[in-house]
């Protein structure tokens, strides 16, 4: 096998999954140490196959004295277990660095929240109410049709094996919907595990009764089957929350930062975020983020302030400048001093207006509970004056009133609609996955169908977000080279630009990067500078520096490079595509007037505002809010998250800040919009599938409360109508992704 | 008739077992990571390399 080659590149071998980019976090401050042995959790980016597992694994399993190192693919995280001491806890990351994965640590007390308890208890409910309702059908099928040939003690056996099994079952499986149901009781309100409790314990205690009493009818069955479908919607709905959650993980990892703090005798020791306080020095090496609010008092360096403002062109800043947390230091190393705790500090701040505005949407109210609403006293009026009719007008005694009842509230099973939202959600979020979309919660799909506006972040989700050579054709190939070699010592984002622009080579030996100047080296013996235009002796006629660079190679007349960020390629027909749904589309930059202008006049959008800070951002989603507008926003910096919570939907990038992807609803990839519009499509028909089952368990119940009501219902008929209802509503949903493969 | 009394017992064991198996089977974590699981059969190099496999004769 290559097993050399492979080794030799970076990230997923396999190649489904680009490198992840961005520096590990040094997790020394998060291992948990017992025994003598050092434990630590990491999240790993960029893990998606066999031979990642391998690569990380061996990577690790390299380490001196390390016991176990374990990959959950399916989780991302990465257990490691080794003896205290043995090395140096950054090894790991700069090892996980090296071969092309990005770490994170978690918070270990986070950690524990994250074990699916829940989802536990569900699936071992559902596994047993399985067991019972294949069991208690097998007996109940036979005294069917046994019919008018089996004899009374035969079929007392069965009804007697088939109590033996439903009634432990269902009081087993059933205890999510009765401790739910319990506490609705208690604050007072009714929800939908209410009549599931209450049909499921009159059905048992009924059939009891029948049993003693020798009747023919018992409703085991019945029982045990409206537990076993309604687990089976509960368990797809747990499913979809909890990757919601392990997408927000995202934004737990970034919060663990660690970062290096300068001690009184100048040795560095690395410490959590969470642990630094105002006063202490910290060193920020290039390519550090400041994990607290601090000022700066050593050095100077060009700074990514993009968390503030959104926009990624650079910052210089010097001794006495106040910095941000999250601000990312690109070019040489600053001492800084705390100003503020991380729980004060910026990050913390995008933290909470992101919570406020997920607790805004947690208000929503879900079509199924809006059915819910309307079920449960039409249900139970039904079946208390089925009661009353045939105990009073009927006058057929007590036993026939209360089966009949009973009947009613069988018959009635919220089977259709309990399956019938979590089985069109898993189907529209399954068809979604498989066109790049991760829908992030099931509600986000109802959301996102009632929208009729559409507002845009400009850079980096209209545009690439990253400036591109502009005049390529006026530089020659020679002087690119030059300059490329020059600017790939840099991490400043126009030399970047410079050198993806030459492609691969290697950098000037001596070249210096000057904070807030440039890069000078020797190139072919000649002194070579790269960067502003004064400071290279070029006379520029641009307003704005940001955007344009120079380079001089010796006595030559200087060169310019201009730069721009560029129109992501279907930006254009996406708006046109999400106007033609009905969408009004607006765009809100935090850059200059001009530059969103002449972005907005290329795009044909007619709405447009620039100069925004993030409050203001959230300030015109209200104001659209207020108006009756329900708006989904599209973002990707880290200021614009706390929009994206607020936002009736939300998507974002899969290149998006970390806290962006965990706010948002959807989480798209690639480096097209036309998924945005493709979503608001399947959204859109999952809405009507949903309310085409709700309508369909509409029908199906008023047919089915007369015959119950009159009395004309039996085991059999009601076994036939429950499982038959739900496996409509499933096949209804089935539909949504059957559509798509007819249109392919 | 009388073939339920055996039958219908062995029905009931057999669905027990294969509740018993899958609650064993959630209960020692074969459902933590299926994702991996799947990967990580098609990796052989434990054969070769580490030394807690026992070598091929």
Redesign the interface.
């Known amino acids: 096998m290559t097993?050399a080659t492979a080794e030799t590149e970076i990230g997923c071998p396999s190649g489904l999954e680009p490198p992840a980019d961005g520096v590990s976090i040094d997790p020394a401050p998060f291992v948990r140490r017992s025994n003598g042995l050092a434990r630590l959790d990491l999240a790993v980016f960029g893990a998606k196959?066999?031979g990642c597992?391998?690569k990380i694994e061996?990577a690790m399993?390299a380490l001196p004295e390390m016991q176990s190192a374990r990959?959950?693919?399916?989780?991302g995280r990465l257990s490691l277990v080794w003896k205290d001491g043995a090395f140096a806890p950054r090894e790991i990351a700069e090892r996980l660095d090296a071969i092309g994965y990005r770490a994170a640590p978690f918070d270990p007390e986070k950690v524990e929240q994250e074990s699916d308890r829940e989802g536990?208890k569900l699936?071992?409910s559902l596994?047993?109410a399985g067991?019972a309702t294949?069991?208690v059908m097998?007996l109940s099928i036979s005294v069917w049709a046994g019919g008018g040939e089996m004899?009374p003690a035969?079929r007392e056996?069965m009804h007697w094996?088939s109590a033996m099994?439903a009634v432990p079952a269902a009081l087993y499986a059933g205890r999510p919907f009765f401790s739910s149901a319990l506490r609705a009781l208690k604050s007072g309100h009714a929800n939908m595990d209410v009549p599931i409790s209450l049909a499921v314990l009159l059905a048992l205690s009924l059939s009891i009764f029948e049993f003693f009493k020798g009747g023919p009818h018992t409703y085991f069955d019945a029982a045990v089957m409206l537990l076993f479908f309604l687990l089976i919607g509960r368990y797809l709905d747990h499913r979809l929350r909890l990757r919601a959650r392990a997408a927000a993980r995202d934004l737990l990892a970034l919060q663990a930062a660690t970062s290096s703090r300068l001690n009184e005798d100048g040795t560095l020791t690395s410490v959590a975020a969470r642990d630094i306080v105002p006063g202490d020095r910290l060193l920020l090496a290039p390519g550090d983020r400041a994990p607290v609010d601090c000022v700066i008092e050593e050095g100077d360096s060009n700074l990514d302030m993009s968390l503030v403002s959104g926009e990624s062109a650079p910052v210089h800043a010097q001794e006495g400048t106040s910095l941000y947390s999250g601000v990312l230091n690109l070019t040489s190393k600053l001492t800084v001093r705390a100003t503020k705790s991380a729980d004060a500090s910026l990050v913390a701040d995008l933290t909470r207006l992101i919570e406020a505005g997920e607790q805004s949407k947690s208000r929503y109210i879900k079509l199924a509970d809006k059915a819910a609403s309307l079920y449960v006293p039409v249900v139970h009026t039904l079946a208390l004056a089925t009661f009353l009719g045939w105990m009073f007008i009927g006058e057929a005694g007590l036993r026939v009133s209360v089966m009949n009842a009973v009947a009613v509230l069988i018959i009635t099973c919220p089977c259709a609609l309990g399956l019938a939202a979590p089985a069109v959600q898993v189907v529209a979020t399954g068809r979604l996955f498989r066109s790049g979309v991760l829908v992030k919660s099931g509600d986000a799909l109802e959301r996102l169908a009632e929208i009729d506006a559409v507002v845009f972040d400009k850079t980096g989700t209209l545009t690439y977000g990253k400036p591109r050579l502009a005049n390529r054709e006026e530089i020659s190939d020679e002087t690119l080279r030059a300059a490329a070699s020059l600017a790939r010592v840099s991490r400043h984002p126009l030399a970047r630009a410079i050198v993806a622009e030459a492609g691969p080579g290697k950098p000037a030996p001596d070249a210096v990067e000057t904070a807030g100047a440039g890069i000078e080296g020797t190139i072919d013996g000649e002194r070579a500078r790269l960067g502003r235009a004064a400071w290279v002796g070029a006379e520029s006629a641009a307003d704005d520096d940001a955007q344009e660079s120079w380079f001089r190679l010796g006595d030559a007349p200087p060169v310019r490079f201009r730069f721009e960020d560029r129109l992501r390629e279907d930006a254009c027909e996406s708006i046109a595509d999400l106007e033609k749904l009905g969408l009004e589309v607006e765009m809100l930059s935090g850059d200059r007037q001009a530059a969103a202008a002449s972005i907005a006049e290329r795009l044909g959008v007619k709405a447009w505002r620039a100069e925004l800070q993030p409050q203001q951002k959230i300030e015109r989603l209200e104001e659209l809010k207020a108006k009756g507008v329900k708006v989904a926003m599209v973002g990707d910096g880290l200021n614009d998250a706390p929009s994206l919570a607020c936002a009736h939907a939300s998507f974002s990038p899969g290149s998006a800040a970390d806290a962006s992807q965990a706010a948002a609803d959807y989480v798209y990839q690639g480096d097209n919009l036309a998924p945005i519009a493709e979503t608001v499509v399947v959204a859109r028909a999952a809405r009507r599938r949903m309310l085409e089952n709700f309508g369909f368990a509409a029908l199906y119940n008023a047919c089915a409360v007369p015959l119950a009501a009159l009395g004309h219902v039996t085991p059999l008929i009601a076994a036939i109508a429950m499982s038959g209802s739900s496996i409509i509503v499933t096949l209804n949903a089935l539909r949504l992704s059957m559509g798509k493969r007819r249109k392919s | 008739?009388t073939a339920?009394l055996f039958l219908?017992p062995i029905?009931?064991l057999l669905?027990?077992l294969?509740?018993g198996a899958?609650?064993w089977a959630?209960k020692s974590g074969q459902?933590?990571?299926?994702?991996?699981a799947a990967?990580?059969i098609?990796?052989d190099?434990d054969l070769e390399?580490?030394g807690d496999e026992e070598p091929k004769p």
Do not use: K, Q, Y
């Open positions: 097993t196959c066999a597992i391998r061996s399993n990959l959950n693919l399916s989780t536990r699936l071992r596994a047993v067991f294949a069991n097998l004899g035969t056996l094996v099994i | 008739m339920i219908l029905a009931l669905g027990g294969g509740l899958f609650l959630l459902f933590e990571d299926p994702d991996g990967a990580r098609l990796l190099d390399e580490d």
